[in-house]
């Protein structure tokens, strides 16, 4: 068997999953959606349940909307409800000229502020993809500045940030030590921070003591 990396969750809008051309693969390569020139095999889409049904739900994050289907875990639709607002990991499929999610983690998301916050997220991404400087001519706009979190009460501090940053810098590409970014950090009540970014989808565990950011 093949050594088989695990595909960075790229955040993106559902329209673009949508119209993206999904590319089937054969054999152990992960089958894909070309997004602004990305080869993208697991999303990662902050939004509204608007239905539900068995072992379905269907989301919408304001561009379009798009099932995820529960097929191994039905149980984990049981706890979401129709209004609720998710962040959803996973790996975009098609059958039958559809599309749809494969979700991967499921977190229900209390404030409603970070959904602005994705907004100008990918609203800074897709202007930056579009903005392509020219050699010959410098652009004369001064860069946008990137979309700050919403405050709420763990992010007040920035200590979340600063476990992101350690993280980002500790890791060489096979993940950062989870008590070296501890340490390193020096943040308070580190656990918990790191234990919420993963419940968040903003960062996963890639083995027992390492972590990384998705």
Known sequence: MPDIKRQTAVKCTIKQIKEGNYVQKHGWDPNYIEIQNKKISRVNILAAIISKESNTITIDDGTSNIAIRFFNEPEKADNLSIGDIILIIGR??????????????????QNKKWIEHRKKELE???TTTERQPSKEKPLEEEPKQAAKPPAQEEYLDNE???????????DKGEGADTETIIKESRVKNAEKHIQ???NEGEIYEIRPGKLKIL
């Open 92 to 109: 975009p499929r098609e059958y039958n000229n559809e599309r749809y999610i494969v979700p991967e983690i499921t977190r229900k998301i």
């Open 196 to 198: 919420d970014l993963v």
């Open 160 to 170: 979340p940030l600063k476990l992101l940053e350690t993280i980002k810098q500790l």
């Open 124 to 126: 800074l991404q897709e």
